[in-house]
């Protein structure tokens, strides 16, 4: 008998064992950025899932209007993807990456640099946007020291971002629930503003043209810390987690000038931009800017298998490799960095991505999307709407008293009339999955429309 049990706890360690069926009464998985106690109460649980739609378990059809967590970009349930990881599974399912390799990964990153322009030419895998986040800072340390420069060591994230919840990610991040817990974070940490402004922006279509001067804060940054002491600055290109804040025009290119200019690092954290959400490969393609950094997870393998990336430009790249040939250049990794079942869902992913063209049809979509996000302006409580590609938001007023209850109101009723919506405080936000068609946006916004009108 373990001492746990003895002590009166959980019988550790014999429930392997039992023959008595395991308790499955929904306590145990301690669900992430969950209110576990309502969830449980009164869950909303899912059992299959094709096309466009999920099937709850007791047989109910909900359109997916975020396309799992903003990471289904191809759809659920395609066969070329489930053909593939089960082919990779059966014929090889692990081989390490540290000082051996396999083909797929080689291949995956050939194929997810040349999608984007140049002059991306490295991939580093990672299983997730919280890692690619952080190895995406410690590349940029890392990338300063090898150019001797190893007083480079603050990092600028901005107010309302989001990069996972790593402790670099949250220390770069900027919202206050993922940090306010957390004592030790990063120091040497700064953080632009952010560009979101209720009065200078209300309902703005696409790209809101007020706010590239919020980039010229980079500079006050600067001359109170002297750029020789700042490595790299992180931005999301949209900011996706907080609601769906698109840059102002211009706003992104003077960022890259500034840092440009001083030798710091830009980073677009494209952990929801990435393939294909804007309408273009990346956002890096859409806004005509380019980093020197990106992170990607999520549409990466279109959600199917856990696997993130950074991808670097060759100079980073070129500054880690020298010394001698047999020492490793970058001493950083994951066990499943480059999974061979991961990358054969990937590969098969950029094949969906290719040959259904699913990063134009977004961008056909993305009009009559725009259109349909903003036939919310008049809805009720509704303060503010956006939108860019297939990215939207419906701003609700919160309730005295209960900030965030009205937009979680909105998703639970949603769910129970047929749709899965997204929510982050008291914003709803769409991104369907990219082979969506105008019926499924009609059908999302008909359902969250009569939710919205029902609530208080
Ligand atoms: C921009 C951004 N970065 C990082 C992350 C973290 O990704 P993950 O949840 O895969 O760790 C997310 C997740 O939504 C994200 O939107």
Redesign the pocket.
Known sequence: MSSAHAAGAHPAGEGAYTDQPIPNNLEAFWMPFTANRDFKARPRLFSGAKGLYYTTVDGRQVLDGSAG??CVNAGHGREKIVEAVQKQVAEMDFAPTFNWGHPKPFELASRVTAMLPQPYEHMFFTN????S?DTALKIALAYHRAKGEGTRTRLIGRERG????GFG?ISVGGMVKNRMFFGSMLGNVDHLPHTHSLEHQRHSRGQPEWGAHLADELENIVALHDASNIAAVIV?PVA??TGVLPPPIGYLKRLREITAKHGILLIF?E??TGFGRLGTSFATEYFDVKPDLI?C??GLTSGVIPM?GVIATKEIYDAFMHGPDYAIEFFHGYTYSGHPVAAAAGLATMDLYQEEGLFQRAADLAPYFEEAVHSFEDAKNVIDTRNIGLMGAIELAPREGAPGKRAYEAMVKCFHKGAMIRITGDTIAFSPPLIAEKKHIDELVGITREVIDSLD
């Open positions: 967590l903003w997730s946007g919280s890692e986040v989001y990069h996972g919840v990610g999301e996706g987690s954290d952990v929801i992170t997870a999520k993130g």
